[in-house]
């Protein structure tokens, strides 16, 4: 039995927690829940209980508890399930939990895919542009640096506004709740520095749209999704959970995979 331990209980920890006990991965059992704030069954007040108990560590607690507990997990031997790739802009982190020894380290691929693709046009040949448009309803994007011009359009506008467009390094900086797409995209790709991301505000907006581009001596690509926000963060997909239970039943049982 895999003994899976799950840092962060919020928004995508809490579906995790609830699938795994549910027995959504055949083989797997949720052991502990290392969660500073949220009551649970499974509860434990420390690292070294949560390691003590768990096969593989899924972070799901934000940028800061990756920062926190990621290379010492991997340095206990203990297998990593990281979430929270945004925080992977970070070169000095990256390659700590990179260079970690011990556990495996795994990257979820969250709210986005067709990275299959992407990686083998980029063997064919350079890829010259890579570019992700993300649009969201206009109420989570607003940010203490903004200026007031753009926080009133969000507030009160009618129409569309995009409120960034700049390097995916500087997006997962400046919106670190919506970055793991983002951050995905670029450690598949071209790196933080080249993929370009713009960031839409959308009144009418009701799902969370990706619209990724990319185009290279392999061809051109164009890939979209469109999910619905989690209840309990709109910031993020709902379905991010379910790409952490896909996750894990990879780890524990892999399947037939396309090659």
Not at 3 to 27: N, T
Request: charged content about 20%; hydrophobic content about 45%.
């Amino acid at each position: 039995m895999l003994r899976v331990g799950l840092i962060g209980c919020g928004a995508i920890g809490s579906v995790v927690a609830r699938e795994l006990s549910g027995g959504a991965v055949q083989g797997a059992e949720l052991t502990a829940v290392l969660d500073l704030f949220v009551d649970h069954p499974l509860r434990v007040g420390d690292r070294e209980s949560l390691l003590c108990a768990s096969d593989v560590v899924v972070e799901a607690a934000g940028h800061g508890a990756l920062r926190e507990h990621g290379v010492a997990v991997r340095e206990s031997g203990t297998d990593l399930l990281v979430v929270s790739i945004g925080a992977l802009a970070d070169d000095e982190l990256e390659a700590a939990l990179r260079g970690a020894g011990g556990g495996r380290l795994f990257l979820c691929t969250g709210a986005i895919g067709g990275f299959d693709i992407l990686r083998a046009a980029m063997l064919f040949g350079p890829l010259d542009e890579v570019a992700i448009t993300s649009t969201k309803p206009t109420g989570v994007l607003s940010r203490p640096w903004m200026d007031e011009a753009v926080l009133d359009a969000l507030e009160n506008g009618s129409e569309s506004v995009t409120v960034f467009d700049g390097p995916a390094r500087q997006a997962c900086e400046r919106f670190p709740e919506s970055a793991n797409v983002t951050a995905t995209l670029s450690l598949a790709t071209v790196g933080f520095d080249r993929v370009r991301v713009q960031m839409v505000g959308d009144p009418e907006a009701t799902r969370v749209r990706h619209v990724v581009s990319a185009s290279g001596e392999a061809g051109t690509y164009e890939l979209s999704f469109e999910n619905a926000a989690s209840p309990d963060n709109p910031r993020t997909s709902a379905v991010t959970a379910y790409s952490v239970i896909r996750s894990l039943t990879d780890i524990q049982r892999p399947p037939v995979s396309f090659l």
